[in-house]
């Protein structure tokens, strides 16, 4: 008999190469987990793949407490409950729009920081002046995984006694001075959605300091429930559910090579793009001994030397059956629900507005090829072909 895995599924032929594709582990490997949810009957309520998972990112990370979540907007709305963050808080307009909608959900106001150009975070120079007597919180974004001027932020939430809620929905894995950036701030949120470094198909995680901040996000994402007749908080129903924690304990299995073919690809695009005039790729926020990337996303940033727009070069890549993103445009602070806004006044951000009529981010995943690769910085490399 052939001890060949059986063809579980006919590939798809699509010749779009888009943003990203996730990276799935083996659908075989998968199996044995599936089997024991089967057999157990345990699908959700923190059941014994969510309990393996959390203990194995905590691990793998480099930190002491992790809750789980379905997805990582959930867990923002969450972070902000555990630490009872009300009024306003300061953040960056320069974000997928959960990280704002995640302040509306809870009733606060969202005030509008600019950037820094180099790492297009929140620029701590600009926060200050944001402050007011309604300020209880900072919500920095570690945009693509680069790492926000932690220390700056955190000297500036001391003296003003502001909580910081790190969005660290790009930054699984990433390391600063040898250590996870995650354990900045009071609290930093992972997001493991689709498209993220490291995926459960949707799903999320709060990072805390302690056990105590744990059992009450535990709570808080369980409907406030403490034990079977006590009701604590109005929470909501946060959890992870079996399926996707056996998945993520899959997972990583597999992120290192993820993150090794990461690293390879953005090296060959930086290589590659070095000599094409109007294309700025952002500068690595270090050297390679105090701080580890992820390499979650190639942004480029396209100058007034190039010969097209930003716009046209998005269409030649997608009229190439290549489907570059621009994130982070339209700015969070241009939508209906934020522009009316004092703070979404686009004086008031001028950085993050350059950036988003600039950016594309190119295709970066595992399985991208490098012809594929080469295909792409040709067609940036002469626009007009
Ligand atoms: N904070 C930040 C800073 C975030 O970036 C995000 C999510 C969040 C918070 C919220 O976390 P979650 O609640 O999502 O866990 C995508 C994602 O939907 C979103 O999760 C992500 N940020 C954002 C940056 O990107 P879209 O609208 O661009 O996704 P979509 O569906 O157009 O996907 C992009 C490409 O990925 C597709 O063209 C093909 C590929 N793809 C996508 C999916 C969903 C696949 O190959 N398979 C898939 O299943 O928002």
């Not at 002046?129 to 220390?151: F, N, Q």
């Not at 700025?280 to 580890?292: K, N, T």
């Amino acid at each position: 008999m052939s001890s060949l895995p059986v063809r579980l599924i006919e590939p798809v032929i699509d010749e779009r190469i888009f943003v990203t594709q996730p990276h799935l582990a083996p659908l075989a490997e998968f199996l044995p987990y599936l089997e024991k949810i089967w057999n157990s009957k345990v699908l959700t309520n923190g059941g014994p793949f969510h309990q393996q998972l959390e203990k194995a990112l905590c691990d793998y990370l480099g930190i002491d407490h992790l809750a789980l979540f379905a997805n990582g907007t959930l867990a923002l709305v969450t972070a902000l409950q555990a630490h009872r963050v009300t009024g306003e808080v300061i953040t960056t307009p320069y974000s997928f729009v959960a990280t704002a909608h995640s302040l509306l959900w809870n009733g606060i106001k969202p005030v509008f920081v600019d950037i820094d150009p180099d790492t297009l975070n929140l620029d701590p120079a600009k926060i200050e002046a944001a402050i007011t007597p309604h300020t209880t919180a900072i919500m920095p974004v570690h945009c693509y995984g680069r790492p926000c001027d932690v220390e700056a932020i955190q000297k500036i939430a001391d003296n003003y006694n502001l909580k910081v809620i790190y969005d660290a929905a790009h930054a699984f894995g990433v390391k600063t001075r040898g250590a996870s950036v995650l354990r900045h701030g009071d609290l930093s949120v992972l997001s493991f959605h689709a498209t993220k470094v490291f995926n459960t198909f949707e799903g999320g995680a709060i990072v805390c300091p302690d056990a105590k901040t744990k059992q009450r996000i535990d709570h808080l994402k369980n409907f406030g429930f403490v034990d079977e007749t006590t009701v604590v908080a109005p929470g909501i129903n946060g959890k992870m559910s079996e399926i996707n924690a056996a998945f993520g304990l899959l997972q990583l299995k597999h992120i290192d090579e993820a993150l090794e073919r990461r690293r390879q690809i953005d090296a060959k695009y930086r290589g590659m793009l070095a000599d094409v005039k109007g294309v700025r790729c952002l500068p690595e926020p270090g050297s390679a001994d105090e701080y580890v990337a992820n390499h979650s996303y190639f942004p480029i940033l396209v100058t007034d030397e190039y010969p097209v727009g930003r716009d046209a070069l998005f269409q030649h890549l997608r009229d190439h059956d290549i489907y570059a993103r621009r994130y982070f445009y339209p700015l969070i602070s241009e939508f209906p629900m934020y522009r009316g806004l004092p703070s979404a006044h686009g004086a008031n951000l001028p950085v993050a507005a350059d950036a988003a009529r600039r950016v594309l981010c190119l295709p970066i995943y595992p399985a991208l090829e490098n012809h594929d690769m080469e295909r792409i910085v040709g067609l940036i490399a002469a626009p007009q072909r």
